[in-house]
């Protein structure tokens, strides 16, 4: 039972808060594939959402920018085989850091075997282990400080505009309110060609998340908002799955309802 339910607020954790106290060792724990808990659930879900999108030849192109990357690279498995080049961004120099040592390989980076290793198999093993990491921190060109509040996120880097956008679980962690989601929203889609493509995921109905000891707040998203919001600012839903979450895996660590997963693709200019 989640005593957290609906009872207690928590105080909206901006920019400053994740640059203190967002320890990414303890955000990779969520990471740790093969232990039978709602973690396995969302990853399993996401997972084959985006080798379907990245592998059926619908999404590819030139460039690909992940917005608020983490420390995290499952977001980005599936993608490296249909895009040139990636561009990973986050607010947080210890998440540049930690997703550098995997890039670099270096003693102590985390171990994404059992999910790259998931992968694979989910792609029909066209790539063994080794092949695709390798693929994919070939691809990752850069990793950039982002704010999605900042009208070009990517300030003072001016990109030119991308094939595809990825983000998952950043918008409801970084924005307080709808308006300000809304806003993020533009900024992000900005650094979007017309007709490329969004690829969004995350929580719905969640108002926080643990990382370590440390409540970080999360925004209550619901469909009718993500669809109202992505129409306002020019985007064509393709694709909108829900995996709802399972009650007998409700535990104190968050509060999510269910996990969104959304392709929609950028109006062409008039
Ligand atoms: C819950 S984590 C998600 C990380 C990763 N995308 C994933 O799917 O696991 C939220 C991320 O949003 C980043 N973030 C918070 N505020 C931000 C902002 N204003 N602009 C860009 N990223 C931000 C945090 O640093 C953190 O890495």
């Given at each position: 039972?989640?005593?957290?339910r609906?009872s207690?607020?928590?105080?909206f954790t901006?920019?400053d ?23 396995d ?22 460039t690909?920018i992940?917005i608020?990357s ?7 498995l599936?993608a490296c085989?249909?895009f040139?080049?990636?561009?990973a ?14 890039l ?7 171990d ?6 998931y ?5 029909g ?7 695709k990491e ?26 030119p ?6 983000s998952s ?29 969004l ?37 064509i ?15 104190d660590s ?6 969104y ?10």
């Amino acid at each position: 039972m989640c005593r957290f339910r609906g009872s207690i607020m928590t105080e909206f954790t901006g920019g400053d808060v994740y640059q203190a106290e967002f320890d990414p060792k303890a955000f990779l724990e969520y990471f740790k594939f093969g232990e039978d808990t709602w973690r396995d659930d969302f990853l399993i879900f996401i997972l084959k959402q985006y080798c379907k999108t990245f592998t059926s030849g619908g999404v590819k192109g030139d460039t690909l920018i992940d917005i608020g990357s983490g420390p995290t690279i499952y977001q980005l498995l599936s993608a490296c085989e249909s895009f040139k080049e990636i561009i990973a961004s986050d607010y947080t120099d210890r998440n540049h850091w930690e997703l550098e040592k995997w890039l670099k390989n270096e003693p102590g980076a985390f171990d994404w075997t059992p999910v790259v290793e998931y992968v694979c198999e989910l792609e029909g093993n066209r790539e063994k282990k080794t092949e695709k990491e390798t693929k994919l921190r070939k691809t990752i060109k850069q990793v950039l400080k982002c704010d999605v509040h900042k009208s070009n996120p990517m300030h003072p880097i001016i990109l030119p505009p991308a094939d595809c956008l990825i983000s998952s679980l950043c918008l409801e962690a970084a924005c307080k309110d709808l308006n300000t989601y809304r806003n993020a929203l533009k900024n992000i889609s900005s650094l979007l060609k017309p007709g490329g493509h969004l690829v969004l995921s995350g929580d719905l109905g969640c108002s926080f998340f643990m990382v370590g000891p440390k409540r970080f707040s999360c925004l209550v998203l619901r469909e009718e908002f993500l669809r109202e919001v992505l129409s306002e600012t020019g985007f064509i839903i393709q694709e909108f799955e829900i995996l709802f979450r399972d009650d007998n895996f409700i535990d104190d660590s968050s509060d999510f309802s269910g996990m969104y997963f959304i392709l929609a693709r950028k109006e062409e200019a008039i």
